[in-house]
């Protein structure tokens, strides 16, 4: 039989159990907290519903396995990021909802868009990209001026009017010359070249 300093009793479920039990309490005669880990995370969790507050949801894991609040799996600790200064060294949230999250907030604060928003841009585009015609629509395309968002492109045409400085002129010269128009320019005199109007 274990000795009497080496348990102790659980004020809550009235349980003899070991000292390893107890969570730290400097302020306790025995530097110990009056209820047991079991009990006083049942206690502290029924206060914060009684609240209002989002309470996590006490789900049994595997070992070396995690539940995710986000999307409500469990998952093995390989799927989520460290965090050294969280309880366990993980992440609140795994790998794939962090990146979903990651995106989310950026296309907020790059675009001001919404998710929501930016598949109704998709949908009204029926998904293709508005230049092409052929490609899905994956990317936000905005004027790098004024910041206002003109639609959701394809990544080869997003970047090719990236490339052509976001210029009408350049765009309508591209087109002409893959029309077979070469907007060359024609010599006039000795080292002076003169551009088609």
Request: with cysteine; hydrophobic share 30%; charged share 25%.
């Amino acid at each position: 039989m274990a000795s009497k300093e080496s348990v102790k009793r659980c004020s809550r479920c009235k349980e003899s159990k070991p000292r390893a039990a107890f969570a730290g309490n400097k302020a306790a005669r025995d530097g110990l907290q009056a209820y047991c880990r079991e009990c006083w995370a049942e206690y502290h969790q029924a206060r914060q519903l009684a609240r209002g507050k989002n309470v996590r949801p006490r789900v049994e894991t595997p070992e070396g396995h995690k539940f995710c609040r986000s999307c409500g799996e469990v998952k093995p600790h390989s799927e989520w990021h460290r965090n050294a200064t969280a309880s366990d060294g993980l992440s609140t949230s795994c790998k794939a909802c962090r990146a979903a999250k990651s995106r989310a907030r950026h296309l907020k604060r790059h675009y001001g868009l919404t998710e929501g928003e930016r598949d109704e841009m998709v949908a009204s585009q029926m998904g293709l990209c508005v230049i092409c015609l052929k490609a899905p629509a994956a990317h936000v395309d905005h004027c790098h001026k004024t910041g206002k968002v003109r639609g959701v492109l394809c990544f080869n045409c997003n970047s090719a009017i990236g490339k052509l400085g976001d210029d009408p002129d350049a765009v309508r010269r591209a087109a002409a010359y893959l029309e077979g128009i070469a907007w060359k320019p024609t010599l006039v005199a000795p080292g002076v070249y003169q551009l088609p109007s």
